[in-house]
Structures are given as structure tokens and as C-alpha cells.
């Protein structure tokens, strides 16, 4: 394929902001190509096309397994919670599934502190102090006209601390995700390594047609790629290139194992 001056300057310009693989998903994307990452790259060179970055610049202020908007939200709320409540309030928030020992890692390893050190300081009161023998009220007591979850009727509809919407689906307590619910009541139970999501990315719009069962593979690159902030109009090409990718690095990794064997 002879490539058109729209095309090199495509190629000329993006090269500047996109990575290798993702310059080849997004020429393929725009043009209907079909392009190998080799090939791409043949050209640039061929054509002495530089991105004008340093070795490594690129992947400069990126994070291993969180996107910046992840990060916002883990440095927000871990004062307040712990290291195992962030990690189900982030799995929850973004679709996820980190395992506690991944947060603690990156926590650490990114300097993300709590402000928590378990010690009391001088002139600080003990939260049980002067109650020898009775117990305050605390966060979990009922108070007065309150009415506890066991008691509200099946098919109530809650919005839970993370803005997700909660249907109560049996008694005593039983309660799943609205979108959830929703998702398996017209088609049927979620694959495993599916997750249900919000297709324009607002938690309250639970229509059917607003949802979409995708494998976690591909929820976990739209998170990194930060999916959820692009333009309405442009998230069908936002979906291609995330296809693309995931697709990308299954090849790579399956010719890196038929080179092993």
C-alpha cells in the first residue's frame, strides 16, 4: 500500500503524542488498514519521521495499574478508609479487580500516604474515654425513626456511598447492583470475566440500552485509556482502538510464546 501525503502527515504529526502501538491502531482505525506495528515503524524511519521524545519520556508520570483518575480517587478517600475498604471502594468505582496486595504495592511504592500512623498523640482523648462499662453510639447504631435495610420492602431501590444503585431482591437483606440485575433479568447471567457497564458513564442512566456486558480485559484498558472522559461522538473510535489494542498485545504475546517453544 502506497500511503497518501494525508496519511504520512497523519502519521507525522501523531507520532509526537501516541506510542508505537497505539499510532498503528489509530492509522488502521482512520484508514481501514490493516498495518503491522513493523511496518508502521519501517515507514516512520523510512520517511525520517521522530517523535522527539527521550528514551522512556513517554511512559513518564504513567502508573503501572491505575489511570490518573484512579489515582484521584485512591488519594481522596484512603485517609479515610483502609487499605481493605479502598481496595473494594476502587474494584467498585472503576470496575476493577486489584487484589489487596496490589494497593498495599502501589500505595507504597507511590508514596501515598494515609496520615494514619495507630499511635495517639499527645493531649488526643480515647474515643471510649469516661465510658468505662457502656458503649456509644457509634456509626452502625440505629437512631431514633430509623428504619434498618431487613425492613424495607423487596423491589426498594437505594443509592449506596459510591452513587451505584441497589435493588433489594429478597428478604431479610439481599441486595444486587441495578445495572446488574437489570443486565441478567433480559439476558440471562453474566459471563465469568464479563462486567456490566454504563455505556455513556453515568452510574444513574440504569437502562438496558445503556448498558453493555464486556469482558474485564477490555473494562481494564477503557480504564487506563480513561474511556470514560471521551466525547460522546468519539466513542465509537475510542472502542475500535481499545479492540485494536487488546488484540495488539494478543498477537505480540502469542508470537513471543511461538518463539519460546
Not at 63 to 72: H, S
Not at 78 to 86: F, K, L
Not at 167 to 196: C, L, M, Y
Request: glycine share 8%.
Amino acid at each position: 500500500m502506497k500511503y497518501t501525503p494525508e496519511q504520512l502527515q497523519f502519521l507525522k504529526e501523531q507520532y509526537r503524542v501516541l506510542l508505537l502501538d497505539e499510532l498503528t491502531a489509530a492509522f488502521n482505525s482512520k484508514y481501514g488498514a490493516s498495518k503491522t506495528r513493523t511496518e508502521i515503524h519501517s515507514t516512520l524511519k523510512n520517511h525520517e519521521f521522530t517523535c522527539g521524545r527521550r528514551s522512556g519520556e513517554a511512559n513518564l508520570g504513567k502508573y503501572k495499574i491505575l489511570n490518573p483518575a484512579q489515582v484521584e480517587f485512591l488519594r481522596k478517600h484512603y485517609p479515610t478508609m483502609s487499605r481493605r475498604e479502598i481496595t473494594a471502594a476502587i474494584n467498585q468505582e472503576f470496575g476493577l479487580s486489584l487484589k489487596l496486595s496490589q494497593i498495599i504495592a502501589f500505595v507504597k511504592n507511590n508514596g501515598i500516604k494515609s496520615g494514619r500512623t495507630g499511635h495517639f498523640v499527645p493531649g488526643q482523648t480515647s474515643h471510649n474515654a469516661g465510658t468505662k462499662g457502656l458503649m456509644k453510639a457509634n456509626s452502625g447504631s440505629f437512631k431514633k425513626g430509623q428504619t434498618p435495610d431487613n425492613r424495607l420492602p423487596v423491589g426498594t431501590v437505594i443509592v449506596d456511598s459510591y452513587g451505584y444503585k441497589k435493588i433489594k431482591v429478597a428478604d431479610p437483606s439481599e441486595w444486587e447492583f441495578v445495572h446488574r440485575h437489570q443486565w441478567e433479568q433480559a439476558h440471562g447471567p453474566i459471563p465469568a470475566g464479563h462486567a456490566v457497564v454504563f455505556a455513556d458513564g453515568d452510574k444513574n442512566n440504569t437502562a438496558l440500552d445503556n448498558l453493555e456486558c464486556i469482558p474485564r480485559a477490555e473494562l481494564g484498558v477503557r480504564n487506563k485509556f480513561a474511556y470514560g472522559d471521551v466525547a460522546e461522538k468519539l466513542k465509537p473510535i475510542a472502542k475500535t482502538l481499545v479492540k485494536l489494542r487488546i488484540k495488539t498485545g494478543e498477537l505480540r504475546r502469542r508470537k513471543k510464546s511461538a518463539r519460546a517453544a
